[in-house]
């Protein structure tokens, strides 16, 4: 008699779903484990030592000065981050702007045809790129922003329009009209910029003409802009002297000038490497069909090659630019009010330190992930469409 | 092009080609040349004339060693010469295995290209030791100097020897894993002599850029495989961490761990500063590395993992012996950039944590009795970052030769 | 958009981390913290002692290039050791920023804090720390060009000034300030060095710190010390002292009277130099404080022991190995121009004063 041949059916524990889930959770319960460990630590210490573990500080007086802005000392500590997120903001959007077109021209010059600018550009990006960026930042504060800058009694007042020292940077800004009606300018502006590129595209299309949207649009934007304002009433305030400061218009820190100066030629060193790696990996065949076009060294560059290998470099430029916006913390340490100096500051004047860094950390993560956002878009947007 | 141009003699054609060939290229020359002849005549002044390097020649061993205690300088000395010698001793194989595959640059060389090829590889770092000896006035490292020199030299001799020959697979694995055991071992003997919170000036750079980048790398492979895992929870684990840590910055990470990582683990076992320090830089470089063994994954063609499957192995398997070597070794130039970013990065943790390390002892001999107020923070400034800069600019260059060697990107 | 779904995940991440917050506070758990031994003990069994100061502060605790510590806080340090353990070299100084000074403590990392460290009440509560005798009466001033003109902070309206971050001088700037309606924008750096610079090129008109600070910056500024004025006002009180952590009477005490030895040996006159002779003194209570024999009540001879758990030797250690008060004060901060004002003994018109050791 022959033993009935047993059902093949995999057993449980063989099945590859079962196998890579109770792996999965295995893993999952053991981070979730320790994480809980932390936690619960954390509850612990924190309720025994009555420290606090809610974000009631926020409210409370932050008790201290923000250099540069508008701000007492007896308004709350949420408005003390307001700033500092802001200010985060201004060194990072104005130094990514400013590194990238220093690391455009740096890259390019590595590239030249001129031996002592290769060689220049090629110092530049060696020497800078290998020294700790806080060396760099130490040194822009004390060798440039203190020792090339005037005093206040002697500023320089380039045009009359603008004050030049060590105490900060008096730049003329507007005033007089509402911020409403300078949206509604704006977007007249923008909308105006649209249509009459697209309007150039048309002649471009019919005649063959350069469209120059650009120059077209910006022209118009810009003109809007200056209209519109002076019809609304607009004025601009000049910068001045005024005692031992300087008053009117807006005063450009002679922190935020040193660590913006630092920001930028050390981005503009890693920038540089990425564009000269970029104008490289075009092939050399359009650059030559250019030439051939009778295209002059500044259009091949200009219309041909640089379009091209921005569309490469875009990828590692994004992380160049997170970078920079990681690195403006380092501004903490020589008096600039960005996140992180508000942070430590109001964390050394009793708020709790765990949930005022978390709230830090946390602005810094939404804002990489947001730029990296940005950067997918315009990745996915220039992508080159392969046929 | 006129007749004078072609007729001209080399060197002044060489001038008109390479920099006055249009007039905006003349005028570039003119004004980069006046101007970097500007800032070399300042450096070259404040160098060599107006800075007062007294306070670094006074400060040299406080800057490089910090208090590591004078009766345990013997086994600071025996560990550095046992790691030149391991460093010797794998360069020298590396060497001899490309000889022995026919792969090798410098077989084919003269003594004297061998020499110079050196010269510009390593001239930069060892004239910047010379340079330190010299700053030095006791005879002690001018010995350490010396016997390092002859280990590594003794080192690259006989891993020469070992590489040349072909080693059956256990001998093999025994040599790795002896060789792996080393630097281990003389890092215990370090800490067994001195404990690592004592650790400071250029030591606590190095060691802590070094501790860093060995100990993020298993969990930077863990963390790329579950980032590629066809397994969701595992993939948003990896995800999660990963994307959270690049988005913060290091320096705020630093702060965090210094003023509240006692309340997340018990006061018992809250670290020193220098463990904090190395632990948030293995946290930090991990979800870095990760991103770099990722992009080394996708490199490895798919057939060689399904040649892999094919053959019958066990998916683990297809990954630790086809797809992860693969994967690695063309990762080695980004590996050390990452390194290079870590080693620069070592110099947060002074501001953050106020571990005296290289950066901030320029910050603490500044206020001696003999150098306070006296604006000498430029000087130590300029000594850190030029040691930094040699460190940095050597191993890039290192990594770019490696990069074309290895032909990354060009297959 | 793989952003904009880990923007999200981010997002309920937080959003848990919140709830988890929010449900901790209702549930709070009974403290920890059982029955401990006295860190006494454990300082003795250890045979070192870690101290909690600084590596760049001039006068009260500086690195040499030999990596030694030297300074007025530093010899307190030392102090402590010589009383506890019997030998002044037994000291680990451990190099604390301002911003983590407390947390140190509160981890046990060190023993005892002697950072030129300001008693205030929120430190003495909410940090978990426990004040003991001052050892060094401070206020904080404010230095000044001596060629700007300014005779009194009152002048200053409009003014920049420059500040040490993380620190209570950032905000009693503030206050100050405000309580005499001057506008001054006040800017903290975070190294001594970088205020200085800042202060040579004029980027500040002020610059504010404890005056023994100021005094001390004053006395090597680069131009001579006359090119620098101290205002007269002092518009706070500094008083620095010695920290240990809360809930442990027995080290307090011993680390106490460590500092409190050193007083009490410069009212008597007793030095280092002379601290052998005063073995054999007339005074009994100079013998008893020294850890020599006396004749008690029932007429034997005997050493006296408080029971602080100190040696009984304790003061003569400390005297002979680091000095009294007026010593450890002519050592480290006289050099740098500063005099003993409110720092002189009680018998001399000032504040430092030692209760009675019997």
């Known amino acids: 008699m022959t033993p009935p041949i047993p059902k093949s059916r995999t057993p449980f524990y063989r099945n590859v779903r079962f196998i890579s889930w109770s792996f999965q959770l295995v893993v999952f319960a053991v981070v979730a484990a320790f994480v809980y460990w932390l936690f619960g630590n954390y509850q612990r210490n924190t309720a025994s030592s009555g420290i606090p573990t809610n974000f009631t500080f926020l409210g409370s007086p932050a008790s201290f000065d923000i250099p540069g802005a508008d701000f007492e000392p007896t308004e709350s500590v949420r408005n003390a981050y307001v700033i500092g997120v802001l200010n985060t903001l201004r060194v990072s959007i104005v130094g990514i702007i400013l590194a990238t077109i220093l690391g455009i021209l740096i890259g390019i010059g590595r590239l030249s045809k001129n031996w002592l600018v290769r060689k220049l550009s090629t110092i530049y990006v060696e020497v800078l790129r290998n020294l700790p960026l806080l060396v760099i930042i130490t040194f822009t504060f004390l060798g440039v922003v203190l020792q090339v800058l005037p005093r206040i009694e002697d500023s320089w007042t380039p045009l009359g329009i603008m004050v030049v020292s060590n105490r900060g940077i008096g730049v003329p800004w507007y005033s007089g009209t509402s911020g409403l009606s300078l949206i509604v300018v704006f977007f007249v502006g923008v909308i105006g910029w649209w249509l009459l590129a697209r309007w150039r595209h048309l002649v471009a299309d019919r005649t063959g003409q350069p469209a120059r949207a650009f120059w077209f649009g910006g022209v118009f934007f810009l003109a809007a802009l200056v209209v519109g304002w002076i019809v609304l009433g607009g004025r601009i305030i000049l910068p001045m002297v005024d005692g031992k400061r300087i008053a009117g218009g807006i005063r450009v820190d002679p922190s935020y000038f040193a660590v913006l100066i630092a920001l930028v030629i050390y981005t503009a060193s890693h920038i540089a490497e990425i564009v000269r790696g970029s104008i490289q990996a075009v092939p050399v065949g359009q650059g030559e069909a250019a030439s051939a076009l009778a295209l002059s060294g500044f259009q091949r560059m200009w219309n041909v090659v640089l379009p091209q290998a921005m569309r490469i470099a875009i990828p590692p430029l994004g992380n160049q630019y997170l970078n920079l916006i990681k690195n403006s913390s380092l501004g903490a340490g020589f008096a600039y009010f960005e996140l992180t100096q508000v942070t430590q500051v109001t964390v050394g004047n009793g708020s709790p330190a765990v949930p005022a860094f978390t709230l830090a950390l946390t602005f810094y993560v939404v804002l990489s992930l947001i730029t990296s956002a940005f950067v997918n878009v315009a990745n996915r947007r220039f992508k080159l469409v392969e046929r | 092009m006129t007749n004078a141009a072609l007729t001209g003699r080399p060197a002044r054609l060489w001038v008109r080609k390479n920099l006055f060939r249009t007039p905006l290229d003349a005028v570039l020359t003119v004004v980069f040349g006046s101007l970097s002849l500007y800032v070399l005549a300042r450096l070259a002044l404040f160098v060599f004339v107006n800075a007062r390097w007294e306070i670094i020649e006074r400060n040299l061993k406080l800057l490089l060693v910090g208090r590591w205690p004078a009766d345990q300088l013997d086994v600071l000395v025996t560990s550095v010469v046992v790691l030149s010698l391991w460093g010797g001793v794998i360069a020298g194989i590396v060497a001899g295995r490309q000889i022995r595959k026919g792969t090798s640059v410098i077989a084919g060389m003269t003594p004297t290209q061998r020499l110079s090829d050196l010269g510009r590889r390593f001239g930069l770092v060892l004239g910047t030791s010379l340079l330190l000896l010299l700053l030095t006035n006791s005879s002690g490292p001018w010995l350490m100097a010396g016997l390092m020199l002859v280990g590594g030299v003794a080192g690259t001799w006989s891993g020469r020897r070992i590489g040349v020959r072909f080693l059956s697979p256990i001998v093999a694995r025994a040599g790795i894993l002896i060789m792996a055991a080393v630097p281990i071992a003389t890092y215990a003997y370090m800490v067994s002599a001195v404990p690592l919170a004592q650790w400071e000036g250029f030591i606590f750079n190095l060691s802590a850029a070094a501790a860093g980048i060995i100990l993020s790398f298993p969990l930077g492979v863990v963390l790329a495989l579950g980032r590629r895992s066809k397994l969701k929870l595992l993939k948003m684990v990896s995800v999660v961490y990963i994307e959270f840590v690049r988005g913060s910055p290091l320096y705020v990470l630093l702060l965090l761990a210094n003023v509240s990582l006692e309340f997340f683990v018990p006061a018992s076992i809250a670290p020193s500063k220098v463990i904090r320090a190395m632990v948030t830089f293995t946290i930090f470089t991990a979800a870095y590395l990760a991103e770099i063994v990722r992009g080394g994954l996708q490199s490895v063609p798919r057939g060689q993992e399904e040649a892999a499957k094919a053959l019958g192995l066990t998916p683990a398997k297809q990954m630790r012996l086809i797809v992860l070597p693969q994967a690695l070794r063309n990762v080695i130039p980004a590996q050390i950039g990452q390194f290079i970013s870590l080693f620069k990065d070592t110099t947060l943790a002074g501001l953050a944590l106020g571990i005296f390390d290289l950066l901030a002892g320029a910050g603490v001999i500044t206020q001696q009795d003999d150098f306070r107020g006296q604006g000498l923070i430029i000087e130590a400034l300029v000594f850190v970052g030029f040691l930094f800069w040699v460190g940095s600019f050597t191993m890039s260059r290192e990594s770019q030769r490696l990069e074309r060697r290895l032909g990354v990107g060009t297959r | ?358």
Request: proline content about 3%; glycine content about 10%.
């Open chain 3, 1 to 358: 958009m793989k952003s904009i779904k880990l923007l999200a995940v981010f997002a309920a991440l937080m959003l848990v981390l919140a709830a988890c917050t929010s449900a901790s506070e209702t549930t709070t758990t009974a403290a920890g913290g059982g029955e401990q031994g006295s860190l006494l003990d454990t300082v003795k069994a250890r045979g070192t002692l870690n101290c909690g100061t600084r590596d760049a502060f001039p006068g009260f605790a500086l690195l040499t290039d030999t990596g030694e510590h030297v300074g007025f806080d530093s010899d307190f340090c030392r102090a402590i050791a010589a009383a506890v353990l019997g030998d002044a070299t037994k000291v680990k100084h451990v190099d604390l920023e301002t911003a983590d000074r407390f947390t140190a403590l509160q981890s046990g990392q060190i023993d005892v804090l002697v950072r030129n460290t300001t008693w205030t009440a929120g430190r003495d509560g909410n940090e978990g720390a426990t004040f003991l005798t001052v050892n060094y009466y401070d206020g904080q001033g404010m230095m000044v060009a001596a060629d700007s003109g300014y005779t009194s902070i009152n002048d200053m309206d409009g003014v920049i000034i420059c500040v040490a971050k993380g620190t209570t001088t950032e905000g009693n700037a503030a206050a100050e300030a405000a309580r005499l309606g001057l506008d001054w924008e006040v800017r903290p750096f975070d190294d001594t060095d970088l205020i200085q610079q800042a202060f040579l090129a004029g980027s500040c008109d002020g610059w504010s710190s404890d005056s023994s600070q100021l005094t001390g910056l004053r006395s090597v500024y680069p131009d001579g010390p006359e090119s620098l004025v101290i205002l007269p006002e002092v518009f706070s009180k500094e008083p620095l002292a010695p920290a240990v952590l809360d809930g442990d009477s027995a080290w307090a005490q011993a680390v106490n009277w460590a500092i409190l030895a050193t007083i009490q040996a410069e009212e008597w006159g007793i030095t280092s130099a002379n601290v052998d002779s005063f073995l054999s003194s007339d005074d009994s209570n100079i013998r008893k404080f020294l850890g020599g024999t006396f004749t008690d009540s029932d007429g034997n001879e005997t050493t006296l022991d408080p029971g602080l758990g100190l040696p009984t030797d304790f003061a003569y250690q400390v005297i002979k190995q680091v000095g009294n008060y007026g010593e450890i004060f002519e050592r480290n901060l006289a050099p740098l121009g500063l005099e003993r004002g409110v720092n002189a003994l009680w018998n001399d018109g000032g504040l430092m004063y030692a209760p009675p050791y019997r």
